[in-house]
C-alpha cells in the first residue's frame, strides 16, 4: 500500500468519525430537550428558544458542515492537504457550535480537543498549531458568552482556566506525537531504502553490473505475461567465443575485463528500452521488447562489431561472441522460449562462431 492510499482510507475514516461524531451530538440533543422537557423544566414549543440554539441550530450547522467537507474530501482534483484542513475545519465548527451552544454544560468546551487529535493524526504541525489558536478563540467566546449572560461566576473562570490548562497540554501531546511520528516514519523509510538496496544488490551480478540469472527469469515471466499481440517480444542469447580458453591463456582477471566490457556495450547499445542480463559465466542474454526482429538483429550486429573490435591490452587478437535470437509466439511458454533463443546460440557456435544467428535464418556469417 503506498503513501496516497493509506493517507486517503485516514481521511474516509476520519470523515466517517465526524459524521458519527455529529450524528450522536445531534442524538444526545434531541434526547437532552426530550429530558428537558420531561421535567418541565422547558416546553414543547416550536417557538422554544432552547429548541432552536440547542437542538435545530446545532443539528443544521452540524449537517451542513459535515456534508460540505464529505463533498470536498471526495472531490479527487482537491489535493492532499486541503483535504487535511477541510476535515480539521469541520471538527473545528463542530466544536465551537457544541462548545457555544451548549456553554451551560461546561465539559462541551473540551471539543477542542478533537481537531487537534486529528491534526496531530495527520502529522502537520501548522493543523495543530491552528487547531490549538481555534481552541483558544473557542474559550475566549465562552467566556464571553458567559459575560453576556451575566453568567461570570468563580466557578466559570476556574473550569475556562482549566480548560486553557487541558488545551496546551493536548497541544503540547499533539507536538510530542507528531515528533515521535515524523523520527519513526524517517527511520523506517531508511529501513526501506536500505532493503531496496540489499534488494537491488542480490538481483545484480556484482562484477558487471547487469541483473543476474534469477532475475531474467522474473522478468522474462512478466514480460511473457503481460505480452500483447502488437507489440514483439525477442529474446537474445550471447557467449563469447572461446573464453575458456582466454582466461586459461591470460588469467581470470583478464576474462573479467571482457564480461565487463560486453556488459558496458550491452547497456550502451540496449539503454532503458531493453534489459540486459549476466545469465552465467560467459553468456548474457537480452530482452527485447517492442522492437522487430530486424531492429533486434541490427542491434546485436552493432553490439558485436563494437566488441571484436575492441583493443584490450592483453591480446592483439579480437574478441568475438556468438548469438541467437528468437522472437516470442502466441502459445509459446516460457521454457520454449529461452530454448528457442539457446539452441540458436549453440548452432551459432558449431557453424563457426563470431555470428549471430535468429531461429529460422542466418544473420551474420
Known sequence: MD?????????????????????????????????????????FSFANAYLWYGVVIPIVINTITHFVARG??????????????????????????????HREYIVTSCAFIFPMVL?????????????????????????????????????TILNLVILFGLAVVSYLCGIVSINFSKQNYATIESQAQQNDRLRERVRRDQMTGLYNHNTFFDHLDNKIATHTS????????????????????????????????????LQKHCGMEHTAYRYGGEEFAVVFNGKSQADVCS?????????????????????????????????MTRDKFFEAADQTLYRAKREGKNRILTANESIRV
Open 230 to 265: 502488437d507489440k514483439q517480444l525477442c529474446l537474445a542469447m550471447l557467449d563469447v567465443d572461446d573464453f575458456k580458453t582466454i582466461n586459461d591463456t591470460f588469467g581470470h582477471d583478464c576474462g573479467d575485463t571482457i564480461l565487463i566490457c560486453l556488459a558496458r556495450i
Open 72 to 101: 470536498i474530501i471526495n472531490n479527487s482534483s482537491v489535493g492532499r492537504e486541503q483535504k487535511n484542513r477541510c476535515i480539521v475545519t469541520a471538527a473545528l465548527v463542530t466544536s465551537f457550535v457544541v462548545a457555544i451552544l
Open 3 to 43: 503513501n496516497k492510499t493509506l493517507h486517503d482510507g485516514f481521511r474516509r475514516q476520519f470523515t466517517h468519525l465526524h459524521a458519527l461524531t455529529v450524528l450522536i451530538i445531534s442524538l444526545l440533543e434531541i434526547i437532552g430537550y426530550i429530558v428537558l422537557v420531561v421535567s418541565q423544566i422547558e416546553q
Open 119 to 155: 491534526s496531530a493524526a495527520f502529522n502537520d504541525r501548522k493543523l495543530l498549531n491552528t487547531s490549538f489558536g481555534a481552541s483558544l478563540v473557542i474559550l475566549l467566546c465562552v467566556g464571553g458568552a458567559f459575560e453576556l449572560d451575566g453568567a461570570i461566576t468563580l466557578t
Open 299 to 331: 542491434i546485436t550486429e552493432n553490439v558485436l562489431d563494437e566488441f571484436s573490435s575492441y583493443n584490450f591490452p592483453f591480446t592483439d587478437a579480437s574478441v568475438t561472441f556468438s548469438g541467437g535470437i528468437a522472437c516470442f509466439e502466441p502459445g
